[in-house]
T-cell receptor, first 113, second 112 residues
Framework: GENVEQHPSTLSVQEGDSAVIKCTYS??????FPWYKQELGKRPQLIID?????GEKKDQRIAVTLNKTAKHFSLHITETQPEDSAVYFC????????????FGEGTQLTVNP | EAGVAQSPRYKIIEKRQSVAFWCNPI?????LYWYQQILGQGPKLLIQ????????DSQLPKDRFSAERLKGVDSTLKIQPAKLEDSAVYLC??????????FGPGTRLTVL
């Protein structure tokens, strides 16, 4: 089955700096890669996603890149703000698996004012 | 658009007791998932429904966990009997297009 590895597990940055979180996946059939933000005690919220026919996607301060050959994808947050502090999860799925998501273990991002 | 609803939000039980969780997906979403999220970890799929049929329950501990979605809308997840290691947040998610999943607020279960 699919295995998703995520790093770093914790990331601390100064407000205004950029943050990068990286994930690798094992199943070459995976074709959908969402990123979720989870604040303490809250539900995971989808912040951006990318499909395997696209190499990069951007939404304001958030961007995701995908390298299918290397089987890794990354989340980039620019101009970080204290409200970006949360746990971020990457995930992967394939329509062949019924679209079930396999999640990484999460990255605790702390943005220091 | 109303989101995924779950209840209860919190539940504390003793080991060997039974517990049930309820989920109401977003209206019109045919696919429903139950995930288990242990503290400090990512969510792990327990079971996936397409309408009222099970698509994937390969990671569901069937000796103690059961789930149903009788009318293809609401779903219940049951644990009987509960073990200490079942302490976790149980998340329900739904999707209409088989990719983008929307999560409910979760039920935090504590087994003493």
């Amino acid at each position: 089955g699919e295995n998703v590895e995520q790093h770093p597990s914790t990331l601390s940055v100064q407000e205004g700096d950029s943050a990068v979180i990286k994930c690798t996946y094992s199943d070459s059939a995976s074709n959908y890669f969402p990123w979720y933000k989870q604040e303490l005690g809250k539900r995971p919220q989808l912040i951006i996603d990318i499909r395997s026919n696209v190499g990069e996607k951007k939404d304001q301060r958030i961007a995701v890149t995908l390298n299918k050959t290397a089987k890794h994808f990354s989340l980039h947050i620019t101009e970080t703000q204290p409200e970006d502090s949360a746990v971020y999860f990457c995930a992967a799925s394939t329509t062949l698996s019924g679209s079930r998501l396999t999640f990484g273990e999460g990255t605790q991002l702390t943005v220091n004012p | 658009e109303a989101g995924v609803a779950q209840s209860p939000r919190y539940k504390i039980i003793e080991k060997r007791q039974s517990v049930a969780f309820w989920c109401n997906p977003i209206s019109g979403h045919a696919t429903l998932y139950w995930y288990q999220q242990i503290l400090g970890q990512g969510p792990k799929l327990l079971i996936q429904f397409q309408n009222n049929g099970v698509v994937d329950d390969s990671q569901l501990p069937k000796d103690r966990f059961s789930a149903e979605r009788l009318k293809g809308v609401d779903s219940t997840l049951k644990i009987q009997p509960a073990k200490l290691e079942d302490s976790a947040v149980y998340l329900c998610a739904s999707t209409s297009n088989r990719n983008t999943q929307y999560f409910g607020p979760g039920t935090r279960l504590t087994v003493l």
